[in-house]
């Protein structure tokens, strides 16, 4: 059990017996009261977003997900196909919405972390920064780029992403799967 102000962000806890992701949390004190943690809440099953406060003498149960390594296979028509890294035989289908934003950055063949809840996959755990070549990148436009200029490159996996001007095609880059944005260009 979870006391109020351990209820932080990338928690993992139980509400009406569906796993919750901790989004964000804030403790605070109205006047001469005791503090409160209002907590913005995910519902990993459905992706539902609500807030919810927690007061000084409430509690949460932590929810005990389980991780397993499992390897991205391919996508078609929206459904994304894997299997258990250990047994390729052993093969599984995740929707778009368990997987989230950061899908576009799946290579094939990449092994990440399959979150699991009471025997089901409830979501995957994407390393923070991925390398992905570049396949399509338009020539940079001289100009003002006093700023730093940028332009939209495709990646191997099919994402647009802004990148500098700088970046060719075929060049390899390290992107950060939480943001979705550029990090820095990999040598070769």
Same mark, same amino acid.
């Given at each position: 059990?979870?006391?109020?102000?351990?209820?932080?962000?990338? @928690?993992?806890?139980? /509400?009406?017996?569906?796993? *919750?992701? /901790?989004?964000?949390? *804030?403790?605070?004190?109205?006047?001469?009261?005791?503090?409160?943690?209002? &907590?913005?809440?995910?519902?990993?099953?459905?992706?539902?977003?609500?807030?919810?406060?927690? *007061?000084?003498?409430?509690?949460?149960?932590?929810?005990?997900?389980?991780?397993?390594?499992? @390897?991205?296979?391919?996508?078609?028509?929206?459904? *994304?196909?894997?299997?258990?890294?250990?047994?390729?035989?052993?093969?599984?289908?995740?929707?778009?919405?368990?997987?989230?934003?950061?899908? @576009?950055?799946?290579?094939?063949?990449?092994?990440?972390?399959?979150?699991?809840?009471?025997?089901?996959?409830?979501? &995957?755990?994407?390393?923070?920064? /991925?390398?992905?070549?570049?396949?399509? $990148?338009?020539? %940079?436009?001289?100009?003002?780029?006093?700023? %730093?200029?940028?332009?939209?490159?495709?990646?191997?996996? %099919? $994402?647009?992403?802004?990148?500098?001007?700088?970046?060719?095609?075929?060049?390899?880059?390290?992107?950060?799967?939480?943001?979705?944005?550029?990090?820095?260009?990999?040598?070769?």
């Amino acid at each position: 059990m979870l006391v109020y102000n351990e209820i932080k962000e990338k @928690k993992f806890i139980v /509400v009406d017996g569906d796993p *919750h992701e /901790v989004l964000s949390s *804030h403790i605070f004190r109205k006047q001469q009261r005791k503090p409160v943690n209002a &907590v913005k809440l995910r519902n990993i099953l459905t992706g539902k977003v609500f807030e919810r406060s927690y *007061h000084q003498s409430e509690k949460a149960e932590e929810a005990e997900i389980d991780a397993r390594k499992i @390897k991205y296979l391919y996508s078609n028509r929206g459904e *994304h196909w894997f299997c258990d890294e250990a047994n390729a035989k052993n093969r599984f289908k995740l929707r778009e919405e368990i997987l989230g934003p950061q899908v @576009k950055f799946l290579k094939r063949d990449s092994v990440i972390d399959g979150l699991i809840f009471n025997e089901d996959f409830i979501g &995957v755990r994407m390393p923070i920064k /991925v390398e992905l070549a570049v396949t399509e $990148a338009p020539p %940079g436009i001289k100009g003002n780029t006093a700023q %730093g200029g940028t332009k939209q490159v495709t990646l191997e996996t %099919g $994402a647009l992403i802004n990148a500098p001007l700088f970046i060719n095609e075929g060049d390899i880059l390290r992107i950060n799967t939480e943001t979705g944005e550029y990090v820095e260009r990999v040598q070769k």
